[in-house]
């Protein structure tokens, strides 16, 4: 997939998804009512399937300024024993190349922020295993 990429000021913002699933909208939004796209036709070409589905993107944002690299990212990951997902299950994508192929090896990252962690995760961070 292309990244996305924006500059604000003298920041350079860069977009890598890392997976898009189409689901039911009622997972996330359970009193979903369509009748509510009628008035806003822009969501449901760039939010929804087609068929109704509603489109999920997980993704990071590198961000690039004052020669830092810093990578903001879900930690959705690869390997990861999902039991409750068979979409996110042991995972095996192409994000690392991904992330090279928008301008950032992985030598070149400096920090990476997780914006949330589950538990089984922690452990893993504590027991040296990282994401």
């Known amino acids: 997939m292309d990244a996305l990429v ?3 000021g003298d920041v350079k ?13 009622s997972l996330l939004f359970p009193d979903f009512e369509p009748a509510v796209l ?25 961000r690039k300024s004052f ?18 997902s068979q979409t996110g299950n042991s995972l095996d994508l192409p994000f690392l190349a991904d992330l090279q192929r928008a ?3 992985v030598g070149a990252i400096d920090t990476v922020v997780c914006t949330h ?3 089984l995760e922690r452990f ?7 994401l």
């Open 117 to 119: 962690l589950h538990v």
């Open 38 to 62: 009628q008035d806003h036709p822009w969501l449901t070409s760039e939010f929804m399937s087609p068929g109704g589905l509603g489109r999920f993107s997980v993704h990071s944002y590198v």
């Open 67 to 84: 020669g830092r690299r810093i990578v903001i990212d879900t930690c959705y990951g690869n390997g990861k024993v999902r039991r409750y």
């Open 6 to 8: 924006w500059k604000i």
């Open 13 to 25: 913002v860069t977009g890598v998804v890392e997976t898009e699933v189409e689901r039911s909208r």
């Open 124 to 130: 893993r961070i504590a027991r040296g295993g990282g």
């Open 103 to 105: 301008g950032y090896p």
